[in-house]
């Protein structure tokens, strides 16, 4: 089971927008619609964003906002702000009947 | 309010076994399939392994598949993990969550509990 990739790192302006992309397989992402989205601060437990592809729980800013096409799922944070400084995880559902995590990516202010 | 506080964690030797508690409240535990996360210092999350609501259907890492056992005990609002023959590898935060419905995503977490594998 190997983990789901993403970029290292992502960076951009206060205001601007930038998308972290999630690059899976035909037995994960491009099958099932159990991808979520997690955000962890330094020395922080993670924080769910954005659940089945596109949901967002309450309480997290329509500024995030998730999508997906074919084996790629993708996070986008537009209007970026410093306190969205943080790591950033992708998730999914496989066919294995397991879960897998992405690689992570630092998203850079 | 959702609470999730993880315990059992501590300094190992390889090869010895340790039993990891998360106690839930705030929620009705038996509606929940309920996973554990952890994280290598330095490293990304790994996904360990979900226990369904009731219990009747548990899934497991390839890493950990055959070493760890994980339960739940709806009386108590309790979820276990039960981990042998630790390694190295198996230095980690580990972290308990909810799964939210169907488990597309883990709603609420712990603040983790402390496993290190060192002789």
């Known amino acids: 089971q190997s983990a789901l990739t993403q970029p290292p790192s992502v960076s951009g302006s206060p205001g601007q927008s930038v998308t972290i992309s999630c690059t899976g397989t035909?037995?994960?992402?491009?099958?099932?619609?159990?991808v979520s989205w997690y955000q962890q601060p330094p020395g922080a437990a993670p924080k769910l964003m954005i659940y089945?592809?596109?949901n967002r729980p309450s309480g997290v800013p329509d500024r995030f906002s998730g999508s997906k096409s074919g084996n790629t799922a993708s996070l986008t944070i537009s209007g970026l702000q410093a306190e969205d400084e943080a790591d950033y995880y992708c998730h999914s559902y496989t066919s294995s009947n397991t879960y897998v995590f992405g690689t992570g990516t630092k998203v850079i202010v | 309010e959702v609470q999730l506080l993880e315990s059992g964690g501590g300094l190992v030797q390889p090869g010895e076994s340790l039993r990891l508690s998360c106690a839930a409240s705030g929620f009705s535990f038996s509606d929940h399939a309920m996973t554990w996360v952890r994280q290598a210092p330095g490293k990304g999350l790994e996904w360990v392994s979900t226990i369904s609501n009731l219990g009747r259907t548990t899934l497991y890492g390839d890493s950990v598949r055959g070493r760890f056992t994980i339960s739940r005990d709806t009386s108590k609002n309790t979820l276990f993990l039960q981990m042998t023959s630790l390694t190295a590898e198996d230095t980690a935060v580990y972290y308990c969550?909810?799964?939210?419905?169907?488990?597309?995503?883990?709603?609420?977490w712990g603040q983790g509990t402390v496993v290190t594998v060192s002789s």
């Open positions: 969550a909810k799964c939210g419905e169907n488990c597309g995503g883990l709603d609420f």
């Open positions: 089945g592809v596109s």
């Open positions: 035909s037995s994960d992402i491009g099958t099932y619609n159990r």
